[in-house]
């Protein structure tokens, strides 16, 4: 059974940074891309960042490149988010994804596990 874990969301100030994490258990986490989405209320599921199975390549929406950082570190099972300079419309609930290939994609729907979601909430 694949879990995914996260954790790492809260409450943080305009130009605040925040780290995600997300845990994977019951799969070749090694092999498998890996994608952070985010879905403010009333909204669609918005594709964040991916990283490929090895770390190389990442790929970041233009809302958030050059602010975020994906990494993965495969002994602990574990994809990271460090989010800085937070802006009020970074908030979000932030789900990570496990990806059908060893290679990312923004479409959501290559995705076939999903985390519960992490809240983060950006305040002006």
């Known amino acids: 059974q694949v879990q995914l874990v996260e954790s790492g969301g809260g409450l943080v100030q305009a130009g605040g940074s925040l780290r995600l994490s997300c845990t994977a258990s019951?799969?070749?986490?090694?092999?498998?891309?890996m994608g952070w989405f985010r879905q403010a209320p009333g909204q669609e599921r918005d594709f964040v960042s991916w990283?490929?199975?090895?770390?190389?390549?990442?790929m970041y929406a233009d809302s958030v490149k050059g602010r975020f950082t994906i990494a993965r570190d495969n002994s602990k099972n574990t994809v990271y988010l460090q989010m800085d300079s937070l802006k009020p419309e970074d908030t979000a609930v932030y789900y990570c994804a496990v990806d059908r290939t060893a290679w990312g994609t923004r479409l959501p729907t290559n995705y076939y596990y999903w985390g519960q979601g992490t809240q983060v909430t950006v305040s002006s």
């Open positions: 019951g799969l070749t986490f090694s092999r498998t891309a």
């Open positions: 990283i490929s199975w090895s770390g190389v390549p990442t």
